[in-house]
């Protein structure tokens, strides 16, 4: 007598299912097969399945898609893609998209995606714990014509502009810019390069009807010409009362308590003002309508003036599809934090006030999702010295992880402030996939990827770099209790991190895009 063949592979028993664009949590069971959610119901028969696995009760979300990571900017991509990923996996992250490009960091190499890519790809392969994607910048004229084959043949359907490399480097500002970007010098990375990208973007678009809802472009808005006259200021005693004053050569009271130099985090927020965000996101917008590029992202948008200035476009330009992203370390850090210079990024973390606004604008639906920007930078490369030995915020090197914390940093900070669990599940998941092509992402229902997190809202922890599977060896979050612990991720049906560890081998895919993961 041949024995029935099981009818679902896996059944997650006893969980409360998040879901987005949903009121409220779900009591059920899970079952999988093949990879895919077959069926959430109460009730399901374990007799049905070939494994069982007890949620207690926990919170099951969609797996998160992390829409902006870097990997390989600090080190090997190999390296990086193992225990940046594992990372990620920890914390709950299914879907990895990583900014990537030629030049300086990254790659470390000029010339065409055509011959870089397969690189970056054979680099990739079974070093993911989770699924995988990249976008990629297109860096000169070569780069904006292989949009149509990076589509085509790849499933590379999202972009980068970097605004901020018109003159500047990942850094500071770049004494040259072929050399940082390594482009050729008949080539200019200016204001007309990110017109010209965004017109390849849209002939790509115009060519490829069926797809263009997953085709967009992504901007990093800030702008070098400020970057620089403002950094000057700021390195040359700018103090903290007023840098208009600073311009006129006024001499300031020692004694004066709030005329101290600006230092350390403070100091790089006002060497990269929250104008210049505004500024370039009013530019970039701009040419988004000159160019018909419909489908437009603005990335981690740190502040009032940043945000307000991105809806304010949206308003001007309404045939333009804007989408809006905050990080978790501008939601949870002001410029005051404890851990100082190993939080310096691009854009800066800034005030406590303008915290406060991206809370309120993610609380009114104003921005789209959250994501970790996670760019691992190892402690023996982050902080910077001068001549004279003493740490300086503008020599420490830019970005840091966090995709570890991404989901128990928002449940932490965001449930106090009123943030339901169901939009928790949108900003983290559903929202990016739909927006980067991930149409079997961003959901537990039928048809979808089993991508699964486990949360026990019962079970706290403190964060930081004890509580990391990231190489980089400190953490922004250090010392911050979490209200919750994911403790559970299935990527596709098979558990890959459980209970504090990995298990198995890296099984994550690449996702040619647009994925429908069949």
Not at 52 to 75: E, N, Q, S, W
Not at 117 to 136: M, T
Request: glycine content about 10%.
């Amino acid at each position: 007598m041949t024995e029935k063949p099981a009818k679902y592979d896996l059944l997650i028993k006893d969980v409360r299912v998040v879901r987005p664009r949903k009121d409220g949590l779900q009591r059920a069971d899970i079952a999988i097969k093949d990879g895919k959610v077959a069926k959430v119901a109460p009730g399901l028969s374990a007799a049905d399945a070939r494994q069982v696995v007890d949620g207690k009760r926990r919170l099951a979300f969609p797996g998160l898609v992390d829409p902006h990571m870097h990997t390989g900017i600090y080190g090997p991509l190999p390296q990086d893609a193992r225990s940046e990923s594992l990372a990620a996996a920890q914390g709950g992250v299914t879907s990895s998209l990583n900014y990537i490009r030629t030049g300086g960091y990254y790659m470390d190499r000029g010339g065409p995606y055509a011959e870089v890519y397969p690189e970056i790809l054979a680099q990739s392969k079974d070093n993911f714990w989770v699924d995988y994607a990249y976008h990629l910048a297109p860096l000169d004229r070569t780069h904006i014509g292989e949009i149509d084959m990076l589509i085509d043949k790849y499933g590379v359907t999202s972009f980068k502009i970097f605004m901020f490399y018109g003159g500047y480097g990942l850094h500071g500002a770049s004494n040259s810019q072929h050399k940082f970007l390594m482009i050729g010098e008949d080539e200019k990375y200016d204001i007309a390069h990110f017109e010209f990208v965004m017109r390849g973007v849209h002939r790509a678009m115009l060519r490829r009807p069926k797809l263009k809802d997953s085709i967009s472009l992504s901007l990093h808005c800030e702008l070098a010409d400020i970057l620089r006259a403002y950094t000057k200021m700021v390195e040359g005693g700018a103090k903290t009362t007023d840098l208009d004053t600073y311009l006129t050569g006024e001499t300031y009271d020692p004694e004066c308590i709030d005329c101290k130099p600006l230092t350390g985090l403070r100091a790089y927020s006002a060497a990269r003002p929250p104008h210049s965000e505004g500024l370039a996101i009013t530019i970039a917008a701009y040419l988004a309508n000159e160019t018909n590029c419909a489908n437009i992202n603005l990335l981690h948008l740190t502040s009032r003036k940043a945000v307000e200035a991105a809806l304010k476009m949206a308003k001007a330009f309404p045939h333009v599809d804007f989408r809006r992203e905050v990080t978790i370390a501008h939601l949870c850090l002001d410029y005051d934090t404890k851990v100082g210079s190993l939080a310096k990024v691009n854009p800066p973390i800034r005030s406590r006030p303008d915290v406060e606004f991206l809370w309120e604008a993610l609380l009114d639906g104003k921005l789209d999702w959250v994501c970790s920007d996670h760019a691992c930078c190892r402690m023996e490369d982050k902080l910077g010295e001068d001549k004279a030995g003493k740490k300086n915020i503008f020599l420490a090197k830019s970005g840091f992880g966090g995709t570890e914390f991404l989901l128990t940093a928002l449940i932490t900070e965001g449930r106090p402030r009123g943030l339901s669990w169901n939009r928790i599940a949108e900003l983290t998941s559903w929202n990016p996939a739909r927006r980067f092509g991930l149409k079997a992402k961003g959901d537990i229902a039928p048809g979808f990827d089993a991508d699964i997190a486990l949360v026990d809202t019962t079970r706290s922890f403190v964060a930081g770099n004890k509580a990391s599977e990231s190489d980089q060896g400190y953490s922004v979050f250090e010392g911050m209790e979490m209200s919750a612990t994911v403790t559970s991720t299935f990527l596709r049906g098979q558990l890959v991190y459980d209970e504090g560890k990995p298990i198995g081998k890296p099984v994550g895919q690449y996702l040619h895009r647009p994925y429908g993961g069949r």
